[in-house]
């Protein structure tokens, strides 16, 4: 899938705003920064603008992804970025031969990536994984074929967004939103014992039909496949370009873009990714 | 509730012997060695005796806790251990006046504690917590209405011991295990912006009746609160002495004591817990 | 001598440039970060950005320090980080009544800073140390006895740095940096059975005059007593205010900025550290 | 040089006993029991026997063994254990083929294994070994080549033990114990980029010409290659069967079979390592 060719290198820039209104003063936990991999591709640093200006303090989460801790003020509050990054134009990698690891074999960072998690229910799919996919030939096509059956299995649709839903759910009822098809995708890659991490980032239409549909951050995994953790996204089911990361853990309970400690209405939200003239 | 008084130190003997068959070989991680924080209670090392003999590799999870990688052979494998632990003698610790943190004084490596989990889904139960806790006093008293209330609402039963069981399960159907009555809590104390992680081990029946039924590992939790971590029971609802940890996390998919990467059947399962002659 | 006063809170700027010419690509471990004990100081993240770009890989190592992994391409490679720390304002505590803990009271985490390490040779300073120091009181005065000891006994000069120079050999010769003076005050802290452990970190002119010499990266060192870590810094001598510490390890051998794992020159070497208004 | 064969499993009787007098009781950190991976193919449990009894504590350190901490007495100290260990019969592994990891695809948790320590100047030793091995092929004969010059270079002799010696000075003077054999060619594989730890445990006089020495514990060195560790000593240059490990760590610092934290003489000092019938 992958030609042995060069990619041209692109400048992508991405952002948002968000606004909340909180009825009284609201701390919350925000993972709205570019990942730190992708950090040196930042063309300026990513800062976070807070509107009213609270003070607020960054930290590093267990994952490894910055988060800012805030107090919102009563009111609204608008929460905005705008960054531009470079990028190797390059599709997600493909890898073919990427052999998996026999359990012993997996580094101990990422034995975590196979415990069951908020989202992902590997006590509850394990049979079904198990009959679905013990009879296919093992590493990355057997992600693939992971990936394939979620693609198809599942049926997209925004209305079938909903906070709560877990990977057996989505299983059951087939629909859902990009990172629903993740949750069950990283169910079954765990419940195969091969290693699986929820992302949440940028995701834009480079290469690809543009979509009517409003821009909103995108759900995708990683597996974790010959000492590697390659990214599959169970949703679009191609190789993509320009996926800008922001926050990868166990499921999206890890990675939320904000986490409120209180009540709050969301009244703005937009998001953006746009290929720039480099 | 805690008496002004000094406690008389004691001796405790635990143990354990557990027999799996495995069909093949098959990778394991066990996590059955007495919490480091607890080590220095040890009189001798609590080797984990593995027989047959295979090779193992001890190393930390990312909580802390202990664990040992190992291939279980094809047949039977037999896993034992016992030591002396000892301990203060003194019952749980017992801080009526220990206060809540706001969220923005929570320090950095509890707020992980406050997110769901695979057994804990605050994000279903945070309506129920609110409409039942929000009246009650913050801090210690906000807990223990927590526990006072699982322990009400739930019946104790191993008959409804189950692997896949939630938070959310055991208050909607009231039954359930220690384990049960844990992840209840923790989730119901989440939801009330109260860190609140899972805890394993050793529990006898020092100074309370003995039981008739046949000992296993205990489940019970810690709250963060004024700073420190409180051991909290709530299916057992008495301050305890002799609690021996064995390992924390966010809830039992985290530190079951064995993880087994293949199928395999538990043939013996012997654990104890008594007194010594000091 | 800390008066019993309210402290001015304020913002710091630091970061740093650097520049390394690699003939070959060659594997680097950076040290880097602000410290996560300061993280929640930040005002937002304080990115490592690596110029060209390229794949980074975060961990902690085992002091819990945040490190990057990286291949530095062929060529020029510049790392720089600008960042805004909030500071108290509070210079170094000072804590005369802080009790040495005898060995068997340690806690088990501070025993591995009483053993020997590569820059501090306690096998060979033993004598001395209990020579010079076995008459002075326990606690927080044998430390200072030592930093006073080696503030006065090494002569400070930027043409005696070396990075092969150990605690011995400063204490012979007499000459040194402040590396240097850490590691000699570190290995008599440990020969008096004392847990000291090296720090690296920036260190501005706030408070004191401005030192003409180009601004480094600073070494110093914290020494347990009491139940605590406190700051020593034999070099300054005095209290400082605005200490942002990036790393701590048994000695500067485990806390190099960059660990490059092949041949290559540093072209550009420049750190900041900036009272910023409030 | 490995048959391949099957090896007779044999038990191996190990123990020690030591005596240690001091002037006031003195604490006192002992690493004598087997390691944990060992643990298992203990016959009974390697009880570490302390006359006049005294409380003691195990614990784990951060490298994983289990170390006891105790206060000696005043007086007399006897310290002594036996035990009834089962082996393989198989001699050390030699694994020809075992690729050299390049940096970056190093498990993070061997990358301190490179760095320089107290007996094991990497800083001052890595022209050195450059010169010598960079022209060796990679892997497992670039160790081997590492070893073979270790034997050759250096002259055995217990006349040349010395607490204090490091590898550059065992480099320098050519001659040492097995400990510094171990160190130097820890020294110049972590200049080569390959990690290596130091080992301590017993080792008899099983299928080679009995030695006319007292017995004592032994050093001996792993290094890193192809995703395990592989055991080598450069003093005794044959693959020995029988090897019964206690602790590992950066070098000999780090696993004293005992530290003292007060003066005191050894009166006694007996180890045995003696076949038994199986």
């Known amino acids: 899938m992958q030609r042995a060719c060069t990619f041209e290198r692109m400048r992508i820039q991405v952002g948002y705003e968000l606004a909340y209104r909180c009825p009284k003063p609201t701390p919350m936990i925000l993972t709205l920064n570019v990942h730190y991999s992708r950090a040196s591709d930042l063309e300026a640093p990513d800062h976070l603008r807070i509107q009213p200006s609270v003070p607020s303090a960054a930290y590093r989460d267990s994952f490894g992804n910055w988060c800012t801790r805030i107090i919102a003020p009563a009111g609204l509050l608008t929460l905005s970025s705008t960054a531009v990054v470079r990028d190797s134009g390059a599709p997600d990698k493909v890898a073919p031969g990427a052999l998996q690891h026999d359990v012993p074999s997996l580094p101990q960072d990422t034995l975590l990536f196979l415990l069951g998690s908020r989202y992902c229910e590997t006590d509850l799919l394990s049979e079904v994984a198990w009959k679905l996919f013990?009879?296919?030939?093992?590493?990355?096509?057997?992600?693939?074929?992971?990936?394939?059956?979620v693609h198809s299995h599942v049926t997209f649709g925004y209305e079938h967004a909903s906070a709560t839903k877990t990977a057996f759910q989505v299983w059951s009822d087939?629909?859902?939103?990009?990172?629903?098809?993740a949750h069950l995708a990283i169910a079954l890659c765990r419940c195969m014992n091969i290693p699986a991490r929820y992302c949440t980032g940028y995701l834009g239409d480079i290469g690809v039909p543009p979509s009517s549909a409003p821009m909103d951050f995108s759900g995708w995994f990683?597996?974790?496949?010959?000492g590697e953790w390659y990214a599959f996204d169970p949703r679009n089911h191609v190789p993509r370009i320009g996926r800008i990361l922001i926050a990868?853990?166990?499921?999206?309970?890890?990675v939320a873009i904000s986490t409120s400690f209180g009540?709050?209405?969301?009244?703005?939200?937009?998001?953006?990714?746009?290929?720039?003239?480099?």
Chains 1, 2, 3, 4 share one sequence.
């Open 174 to 181: 087939r629909k859902g939103v990009c990172r629903d098809f």
């Open 263 to 278: 009540p709050n209405t969301l009244e703005t939200f937009r998001v953006w990714t746009d290929e720039l003239p480099s």
């Open 248 to 254: 990868r853990g166990r499921d999206a309970a890890d």
């Open 134 to 149: 013990s009879s296919t030939p093992l590493g990355w096509a057997r992600v693939q074929a992971i990936v394939d059956y």
């Open 222 to 226: 990683e597996a974790y496949l010959g």
